[in-house]
């Protein structure tokens, strides 16, 4: 579903992305962990069209799409999450989905009142369930709580049918109890949309992706199965020098 190959970036004469190649297959969770500066978000920017790759390849379901804009590799099937919470508060979940849906269709009608639309609507229903949200459909977006906003979030992502779907630091501020909710929702939409999910906290890592990559000074340094991952002895040192937050949780997976 994804294929990236030699991919680099610098910024000036900083290396934050050094000749990266990752494969994400359909159905597949796929993690990109590492210590604080290893190059994570730079990546899935590269990926996402945020930022241009100084080198390299990015191919999506068989497409080139190294050199498109960001909105063209959403239309090609690439869905966004983005660390920060990106909800209109002052609006329903409905019309955030709705909005989302608008802003992401071929027509770009913004002289529509995105909730007078049917279609999107319809669209918008049709995500909002599928990630658990209909009861809350009605519900203004700025009263709802941060797990339900990460699922809304979801949905909005979700709206534009996605073939691939990045995530920066989805479970990040939440509680555990929101964060094994997500793990489901994120398990059951990985029968049919790959997810490339960016991640620190290790028990979520270790308990939902099928594969992990390892970044360490914006290079990768190993990729595989999480037992293979644990038991990898250079991921152990570069997280057991990473600093304190780092290292608690590669100990307590290695």
């Known amino acids: 579903m994804l294929r990236v190959r030699g991919l680099s970036k610098r910024f000036g004469g900083f290396v934050s992305n050094a000749d990266i190649d990752l494969d994400i297959e359909p159905g597949e969770i796929h993690a990109v962990i590492g210590p604080n500066g290893a190059g994570k978000t730079t990546l899935v920017n590269v990926i996402a069209g945020d930022l241009r790759a100084d080198a390299g390849e990015i191919l999506l379901d068989g497409h080139d799409v190294t050199t498109l804009p960001t909105h063209r590799r959403a239309r090609a099937g690439m869905g966004r999450m983005f660390q920060i919470?990106?909800?209109?508060?002052?609006?329903?979940?409905?019309?955030?989905?709705?909005?989302?849906?608008?802003?992401?269709?071929?027509?770009?009608?913004?002289?529509?009142?995105?909730?007078?639309?049917?279609?999107?609507?319809?669209?918008?229903?049709?995500?909002?369930?599928?990630?658990?949200?209909?009861?809350?459909?009605?519900?203004?977006?700025?009263?709802?709580?941060?797990?339900?906003?990460?699922?809304?979030?979801?949905?909005?992502?979700?709206?534009?049918?996605?073939?691939?779907?990045?995530?920066?630091?989805?479970?990040?501020?939440?509680?555990?109890?929101?964060?094994?909710?997500?793990?489901?929702?994120?398990?059951?939409?990985?029968?049919?949309?790959?997810?490339?999910?960016v991640e620190h906290d290790m028990d979520v890592v270790f308990s939902l992706a099928d594969r992990i990559t390892v970044l360490a000074s914006g290079r990768r340094i190993a990729c595989g199965t999480p037992p293979e991952v644990r038991a990898d002895a250079l991921v152990q040192q570069v997280y057991l020098g990473a600093g304190a937050t780092a290292a608690p949780a590669m100990a307590e997976h290695a």
Not at 89 to 110: M, Y
Not at 122 to 140: C, I, K, P, T, W
């Open 85 to 197: 919470t990106s909800v209109l508060p002052s609006f329903t979940a409905l019309e955030n989905v709705a909005i989302a849906a608008q802003a992401r269709g071929r027509s770009f009608r913004f002289w529509h009142r995105a909730n007078a639309d049917r279609d999107l609507n319809q669209r918008a229903e049709m995500s909002l369930a599928r990630v658990g949200l209909s009861h809350q459909a009605s519900a203004l977006a700025g009263e709802m709580g941060h797990g339900e906003h990460r699922q809304l979030e979801i949905a909005m992502a979700l709206v534009a049918e996605p073939c691939l779907l990045l995530l920066d630091e989805p479970t990040s501020g939440m509680s555990g109890a929101d964060s094994v909710a997500l793990i489901d929702l994120l398990r059951t939409i990985s029968e049919t949309t790959a997810i490339l999910l």
